[in-house]
């Protein structure tokens, strides 16, 4: 394959998402649940540097525990930048640099952000010229979350996640995100939606779970009004969540309490989203929150997928 002229280094920022609506169905001889879901790509973003090397490596900033993102072949943006190179049958490496913003295993895609990032970045800079439909497909590969990190905006994803349709969405969303000091591992959360479900005499298979996103969510997001929405928001992996982590139910309520529309555990969580009913009610509840000791970040969707800046 013949490669373009290459810059010296690419900067491409990914944002992380919200998943505004989670139906999980049954799960697959893989492993895999069967999805439906809807995802709004949000302003909180990596950014991933991507610079000439021999080898591949990876530098990681913003996090408070460096040991929670690994740096070899475990980490998502390597991986991700080692599929293109083979795919593209490039016989150099890459130096990747993480800024990270979005909170780790925190349920809103961070890890799938950097992959996303990586191969757009990489792309660019070893002048491979990919599609942005190649592009998405190595990317389902990488991870269920990948193709909708490049994608951007609002999506309706299907089968685990991963095939996506553009939703129709108006104006601007605000949301608060309230992260927690600790993770939750995502395949733990799946196993706890399992073992609640069996409890309850549904096989882990065979859930009673309509894969359908229903009409409302798809109704609120295209009027642009954040009450409509307020009111058809739901994850199913909530309850696993809240098992996990009984104080984010707190969060919500307080979030309520203070102003928000409605509250919600991102994807697998912990991370909680407060649908807000404007910026400046935003700006409010989070000054309440504040005052409760609670921290959180003010965000708006829908935001472009992986873009290369500058
Ligand atoms: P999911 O997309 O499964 O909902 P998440 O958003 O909850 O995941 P991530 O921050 O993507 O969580 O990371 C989950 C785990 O993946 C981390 O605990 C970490 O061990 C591993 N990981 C791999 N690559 C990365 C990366 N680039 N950034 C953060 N974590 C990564």
């Known amino acids: 394959?013949?490669?373009?002229?290459?810059?010296?280094?690419?900067?491409?920022?990914?944002?992380?998402?919200?998943?505004?609506?989670?139906?999980?169905?049954?799960?697959?001889?893989?492993?895999?649940?069967?999805?439906?879901?809807?995802?709004?790509?949000?302003?909180?973003?990596?950014?991933v540097i991507a610079r000439h090397a021999d080898d591949f490596s990876i530098t990681v900033s913003g996090v408070d525990d460096p040991d929670s993102v690994p740096l070899d072949?475990?980490?998502?943006?390597?991986?991700?930048?080692?599929?293109?190179?083979?795919?593209?049958?490039?016989?150099g490496g890459v130096?990747?640099?993480?800024?990270?913003?979005?909170?780790?295993?925190?349920?809103?895609?961070?890890?799938?952000?950097?992959?996303?990032?990586?191969?757009?970045?990489?792309?660019?800079?070893?002048?491979?010229?990919?599609?942005t439909a190649r592009l998405h497909e190595l990317g389902a590969r990488l991870g269920a979350d990948v193709p909708f990190a490049l994608h951007g905006g609002t999506a309706v994803g299907t089968g685990r996640g991963d095939q996506l349709n553009?939703?129709?969405a108006r104006g601007r969303f605000d949301w608060l995100?309230?992260?927690?000091?600790?993770?939750?591992?995502?395949?733990?959360?799946?196993?706890r939606l399992d073992a609640l479900r069996e409890a309850e005499g549904a096989?882990?298979?065979?859930?009673?779970?309509?894969?359908?996103?229903?009409?409302?969510?798809?109704?609120?997001?295209?009027?642009?009004?954040?009450?409509?929405?307020?009111?058809s928001i739901y994850n199913d992996l909530q309850e696993a969540a809240l098992y996990e982590r009984p104080e984010l139910e707190?969060?919500?309520?307080?979030?309520?309490?203070?102003?928000?529309?409605?509250?919600?555990?991102?994807?697998s969580g912990p991370t909680v989203a407060?649908?807000?009913?404007?910026?400046?009610?935003?700006q409010q509840v989070q000054s309440m929150l504040r005052e409760q000791g609670i921290h959180s970040l003010h965000v708006h969707g829908p935001v472009q997928g992986a873009r290369i800046i500058g």
């Open 250 to 267: 707190t969060t919500i309520l307080r979030g309520i309490h203070a102003g928000a529309l409605q509250g919600i555990v991102s994807g």
């Open 166 to 168: 553009p939703a129709l």
């Open 274 to 282: 407060l649908l807000c009913p404007s910026p400046e009610g935003a």
């Open 1 to 47: 394959m013949t490669f373009a002229t290459p810059s010296d280094a690419v900067h491409v920022r990914a944002p992380g998402k919200i998943n505004v609506y989670l139906g999980v169905g049954g799960r697959h001889d893989d492993g895999y649940h069967a999805l439906a879901t809807v995802f709004q790509a949000v302003s909180l973003y990596e950014d």
């Open 203 to 231: 096989l882990a298979d065979e859930p009673a779970v309509s894969l359908d996103v229903p009409v409302p969510v798809l109704q609120a997001l295209r009027s642009g009004d954040p009450v409509l929405l307020s009111e």
């Open 177 to 191: 995100l309230v992260p927690s000091d600790d993770g939750l591992s995502t395949p733990l959360v799946y196993a």
């Open 73 to 91: 072949d475990r980490n998502l943006a390597m991986r991700a930048a080692k599929l293109l190179a083979t795919a593209a049958e490039y016989d």
């Open 95 to 131: 130096a990747l640099e993480i800024r990270k913003s979005v909170p780790v295993a925190g349920g809103m895609g961070g890890g799938s952000a950097d992959a996303a990032a990586a191969l757009v970045a990489c792309d660019a800079l070893w002048g491979t010229g990919f599609s």
